[in-house]
């Protein structure tokens, strides 16, 4: 029977952000520098990190905007870029790399200030969806159609390669374990796991087979939550050789989030959904929003507070 990808998840909704711009060549707009904008903190922003007492964001055409209070005002970096930037990932206080459309990645030594183009291949037409560093030489960058990256320079060059052969369904995330075992959980119930970072990879028996858009390591790294489709989470106490299901009072694709102090994890999705998993549970609790718009990932920042991403760009918010 022929395969029929789910056109309601996180991959179709990132790659549909590129389509503004394919009036022009898209080699050229890998190559552009991104428009300084009054409003980027207030545009789509896909992905954010804690960057030693920054918060920092990337989102479409290019924008990378940073805080330094807190998320109360926002600078935009300078980045040589166009394209949709769907990943952020640092090893320290300087070095980080983003990634986005026609494999774009980005590179800075300075905090994420100012950012170099490390790569870019609108021909593959395979967007980058996820970035992790293990340290300042070695990082793997996961895309669209089973798409791998690995680089042992820093980004100055990169391997294209594939989890495996018969693997084309998007990789979503990828994430480290506290024990060194890298996870990347994709389209279609995909799981993979690597031992030996990243160069050879196990496929793990899903507990689903819809699709998965994040993971997060809850509890210290006692476990890790995959999450995605249609609200559908789940947990796992042994590296991925088992799950268990949690349970959610909504069915909203879940995008992102970030785990909490103490254990735990916050998840943002479709149409304003917020979602806290306390430490150590295996149930979700809805956390009230007024808004409908769509929220692609949080940060947390200091006791009940987290900075929201998504549509409208940056939002304070407070769980309780």
């Not at 100012?114 to 030489?137: C, G, M, N, R």
């Amino acid at each position: 029977m022929q395969r029929i990808r789910d056109l309601t998840g996180l991959a179709v909704l990132l790659l549909s952000f590129v389509m503004p711009v394919r009036g022009i060549h898209a080699e050229e707009v890998s190559q552009e520098p991104a428009i300084q904008a009054p409003l980027a903190a207030k545009s789509l922003l896909i992905d954010a990190a804690r960057v030693g007492g920054k918060l920092l964001a990337v989102g479409e055409r290019g924008h990378i905007v940073f805080s330094t209070d807190g998320g109360k005002t926002w600078d935009q970096a300078s980045v040589p870029t166009q394209m949709t930037l769907t990943a952020v990932d640092f090893v320290d206080e300087s070095l980080g790399w983003a990634v986005g459309h026609d494999a774009v990645v980005v590179h800075t030594e300075d905090g994420g200030k100012t950012w170099t183009l490390q790569h870019a291949a609108p021909d593959w037409e395979q967007p980058l969806l996820d970035v992790l560093f293990l340290d300042a030489d070695r990082g793997l960058a996961t895309g669209a159609y089973g798409l791998l990256m690995i680089t042992d320079d820093g980004g100055v060059t990169w391997q294209k390669t594939m989890v495996d052969e018969t693997l084309d369904w998007h990789l979503n995330s990828i994430v480290r374990l506290p024990n060194g075992v890298l996870l990347i959980a994709g389209e279609s119930g995909t799981l993979a796991r690597s031992a030996d970072r990243g160069e050879t990879w196990e496929i793990l028996e899903s507990p689903y087979v819809g699709s998965f858009f994040g993971c997060e390591v809850l509890d210290g790294g006692k476990r890790v939550l995959a999450y995605g489709l249609r609200g559908n989470a789940y947990i796992s106490e042994d590296m991925g050789d088992s799950w268990s299901k949690v349970e959610n009072p909504l069915g909203s694709n879940l995008y992102g989030g970030d785990h909490l102090p103490g254990g735990g994890a916050v998840l943002v999705g479709a149409g304003g959904t917020i979602l806290k998993l306390p430490a150590g549970s295996t149930a979700f609790e809805r956390v009230p929003y007024p808004a409908f718009n769509n929220l692609v990932t949080a940060v947390h920042i200091s006791g009940s507070e987290v900075a929201i991403f998504g549509s409208r760009g940056y939002l304070p918010y407070i769980i309780e």
